[in-house]
């Protein structure tokens, strides 16, 4: 009696286990129509790992750069990734994250999150860890991202958190339960659409200039980690024309990359050189680059890459070849698609 009473309990814990595993899997968002941003971080586990540069930042980085055109013009294999409001830590645990998996020889950082030195919202933070792998980078950018009304146990077990999205389930919940397409292209999200940027404000007056020291240590923490790893890091300033950009940000930022020695390209300076046009570059006002913008400005990434940085011309390598051909074409055919949605030529 006693064994068949042990095999009724281990039966009746087996059956609790999967169906509390399928219901968490189902009540967990989907982000496929909508919010796709939440999607960018796990789409990275199922590729190949053998990138020569990888992006971590936030918006500035997976709107407005394009492995496609790194792949095709420069032979530079690259990804993305990019998660929305990406904060610092966020970046350094990814990176951290991402070195388990390959060392490319470029890592690029984009700065603007070295404005916030706290953490800012639930939600933000949901979209960049919850697509992380079970790691010990992982665990560390909960523990560093959580607000004050978060539990580290609801990142364990998500059903505690989305237990409420029953009347808000879909069809797609169910389609998209364990497996989904990519959204991204290696992490860059694509539009095709143009609002132009008018009557951009400027920055409000802000108390203190100085960056928080929280962002500042895990800036530290990037560079000790990529010089430890003999990965060359360079830092960014992406294009956009809002959030402002104060010149007291920019000089602390100048100031730092010169002092570690890290290369550090500000597009905003570089607007003529790239040939921005920020009247049909832009599909939301100069927050972010459209494909046109995203495509000129990673032309002048590609030309730094290639000729000051020294990184190789891989399109003879066949693997790499076989890699990007279908990456390509799902490209091309997404720019096709975009452009019939928004009822352009």
């Not at 971080?41 to 709107?63: L, M």
Request: aromatic share 14%.
């Amino acid at each position: 009696m006693k064994k068949k009473a042990i095999l009724k309990y281990i039966i009746t814990a087996v059956v609790i286990c999967v169906s509390l595993f399928f219901l968490q899997k189902l009540v967990q968002p989907k982000y496929m129509s909508d919010v796709v941003e939440g999607r960018l971080i796990a789409e990275y586990y199922d590729e190949e790992k053998d990138h020569d540069v990888i992006f971590v930042g936030d918006c500035e980085v997976y709107e407005n750069f394009s492995p496609k055109v790194l792949w095709e013009e420069y032979g530079i294999n690259s990804y993305i990734r990019g998660s929305a409001q990406q904060l610092i830590w966020q970046s350094y645990y990814l990176l951290e994250d991402t070195l388990r998996y390959e060392k490319p020889d470029v890592v690029i950082f984009n700065i603007l999150s070295m404005m916030y030195d706290e953490p800012q919202k639930e939600a933000y933070n949901r979209m960049t860890i919850d697509g992380m792998k079970w790691s010990m980078s992982k665990v560390k950018s909960i523990q560093a991202s959580m607000t004050e009304r978060e539990e580290f146990l609801d990142y364990v077990f998500p059903i505690l958190r989305y237990h409420s999205r029953w009347n808000e389930l879909s069809k797609e919940d169910i389609t998209y339960m364990f497996d989904a397409p990519n959204v991204a292209f290696n992490g860059y999200y694509m539009r095709v659409d143009v609002k132009p940027a008018e009557n951009i404000p400027e920055g409000k007056i802000l108390a203190d200039y100085r960056f928080g020291d929280n962002s500042y240590y895990y800036l530290d923490k990037m560079v000790e980690l990529c010089e430890k790893e003999g990965v060359e890091l360079i830092f960014v300033k992406a294009p956009s024309l809002y959030p402002y950009w104060y010149p007291e940000w920019e000089e602390q930022m100048e100031e730092y990359a010169a002092e570690h020695g890290i290369r550090y390209i500000n597009f905003l300076e570089n607007v003529e050189e790239t040939g921005v046009d920020f009247a049909v570059d832009t599909y939301d006002a100069g927050l972010h680059m459209n494909l046109s913008g995203a495509e000129k400005i990673t032309r002048y990434l590609g030309d730094v890459l290639s000729e000051e940085v020294g990184l190789e011309d891989r399109r003879g390598e066949e693997k790499l070849q076989k890699i990007w051909e279908p990456k390509i074409k799902a490209y091309e055919e997404e720019i096709i698609r975009q452009y019939e949605k928004y009822g352009m030529n």
